[in-house]
């Protein structure tokens, strides 16, 4: 069994941006390690805001935020960001990188997790694939290596189904499920109802807190 003591605990928490008003509050929620959490709310609503609050980017203006373990990201892999020419694999070895000090090349034993990573994905036949020329499922799970490489405890999705087949959206799915059975947490923004119903919790934000808990009475008000 996997310790429950909440991974995240937010309570009264209010964030914004430095210099800006406070544009997500009342949030109070907590997630036990393996729980999926779907963070549900329009456009504008503040799900990303959420995330870079737990990434400890955004300091809380009010009440408290607890995060007890390695945050990791999936962002949202547009293409018409992508012209950068980095392999799949300098994707994942960036999870490395990220703890290590800055004037280390990562060594062998480096990319030799990052091709496990990139295998427990699917992609260890992608690792010298141009990652611009991935499709966006195939981007989503590089992302998804680059956080295992990371060893994150909590895994944040960003919108990662947008754009996606029904066949990358259920291997992503399936991939999330893997990451939760592992111990870790995972929060998964989207603005589509149904796709939110499909985690353990859901957070339905719209510049505040609007409800936390179990799919079925949150969503009956979404
Ligand atoms: N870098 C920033 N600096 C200042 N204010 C910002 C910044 N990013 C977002 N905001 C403000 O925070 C509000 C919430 O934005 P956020 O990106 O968190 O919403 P979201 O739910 O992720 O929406 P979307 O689905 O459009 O990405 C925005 O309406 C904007 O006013």
């Known amino acids: 069994m996997h310790d429950r003591r909440p991974v995240i605990a937010a309570r009264e928490l209010a964030v914004g941006y430095p210099g800006g008003p406070v544009v997500l509050s009342d949030l109070t929620f907590a997630v036990a390690p393996g729980e999926r959490v779907g963070v549900l709310g329009p456009n504008g609503g503040g799900k990303t805001t959420l995330m870079r609050a737990l990434l400890g980017e955004l300091e809380p203006r009010a009440g408290t935020l607890v995060v007890e373990g390695r945050p990791g990201t999936v962002p949202q892999t547009d293409r018409s960001r992508l012209d950068y020419p980095v392999s799949a694999l300098d994707?994942?070895?960036?999870?490395?990188?990220?703890r290590s000090p800055w004037w280390r090349?990562?060594?062998r034993s480096e990319r030799a997790a990052a091709l496990a990573a990139l295998g427990r994905v699917g992609?260890?036949?992608r690792a010298r694939t141009t990652f611009g020329e991935l499709s966006g499922g195939q981007r989503q799970r590089v992302l998804v290596a680059r956080a295992l490489l990371q060893d994150a405890d909590i895994v944040l999705f960003d919108e990662p189904f947008t754009g996606l087949d029904a066949a990358s959206t259920d291997r992503l799915m399936a991939l999330i499920d893997d990451l939760a059975g592992e111990g870790r947490c995972?929060?998964?923004s989207t603005h589509d109802v149904a796709q939110a119903g499909a985690w353990d919790h859901v957070l339905r934000v719209d510049r505040r807190m609007l409800d936390y808990g179990p799919p079925e009475p949150v969503l009956v008000h979404a």
């Open 186 to 188: 995972v929060l998964v």
């Open 105 to 107: 090349r990562p060594g």
């Open 91 to 98: 994707v994942v070895l960036m999870g490395a990188l990220s």
């Open 123 to 125: 992609l260890a036949d």
